[in-house]
T-cell receptor, first 113, second 114 residues
């Protein structure tokens, strides 16, 4: 069984479009995260949700809006896509207390043309 | 602001060599430190996690050390194999406002050739 899954795996779209990436975890964790890995392979946290509540929101443009319908799901919606949004987006989950390892999804490769 | 640096950025070695990958961080107030492996086109796999009170952790051919006061960690890979080829990421876990987040280094891209 896949612990953390993301869909789609690849996403190619035009500038200005709106797109969503979905993430689901079946580990029973209470915290989920979105990370962005840019072309230089630097992985940076974007958002963190604990029990459906936003707890970390790094300096991310407000075109990015995470939504957590329940503890097992954290979706990322991106409005008005820009060229610079092209990256790999990783979802992860963990148990918050005590903080232990995070489990990562396979990534969604987004290319904005 | 916490910054994590990994040296070298890339490494190419023949099979069988023992390797040392380096990670340094600027703020010693970390909760723990974790080493991950990332294969091309794949997600991250956790290799070793060292709590701030620990000095090292071992798993098979991998050994990770932590010197929190000097802001350094090393990942030692013994008897490297072609299957070890991947990007190795170091990440420190900070506790902020009661919640934790990982700060990653840029990684070391390792190529082990037969």
């Amino acid at each position: 069984d896949t612990a953390v899954s993301q869909t789609p795996k690849y996403l190619v779209t035009q500038m200005g479009n709106d797109k969503s990436i979905k993430c689901e975890q079946n580990l029973g964790h209470d915290t989920m995260y979105w990370y962005k890995q840019d072309s230089k392979k630097f992985l940076k946290i974007m958002f963190s949700y604990n029990n459906k509540e936003l707890i970390i929101n790094e300096t991310v443009p407000n075109r990015f809006s995470p939504k957590s319908p329940d503890k097992a799901h954290l979706n990322l919606h991106i409005n008005s896509l820009e060229l610079g949004d092209s990256a790999v987006y990783f979802c992860a989950s963990s148990q918050e207390s005590p903080p232990v390892t995070q489990y990562f999804g396979p990534g969604t490769r987004l290319l904005v043309l | 602001k916490q910054e994590v640096t990994q040296i070298p950025a890339a490494l190419s070695v023949p099979e069988g060599e023992n390797l040392v990958l380096n990670c340094s961080f600027t703020d010693s107030a970390i909760y723990n430190l974790q080493w991950f492996r990332q294969d091309p086109g794949k997600g991250l796999t956790s290799l070793l996690l060292i709590q701030s009170s620990q000095r090292e952790q071992t798993s098979g051919r991998l050994n990770a050390s932590l010197d929190k006061s000097s802001g350094r960690s090393t990942l030692y890979i013994a008897a490297s194999q072609p299957g070890d080829s991947a990007t190795y990421l170091c990440a420190v876990r900070l506790i902020s406002g009661g919640y934790n987040k990982l700060i990653f280094g840029a990684g070391t891209r390792l190529a082990v050739h037969p």
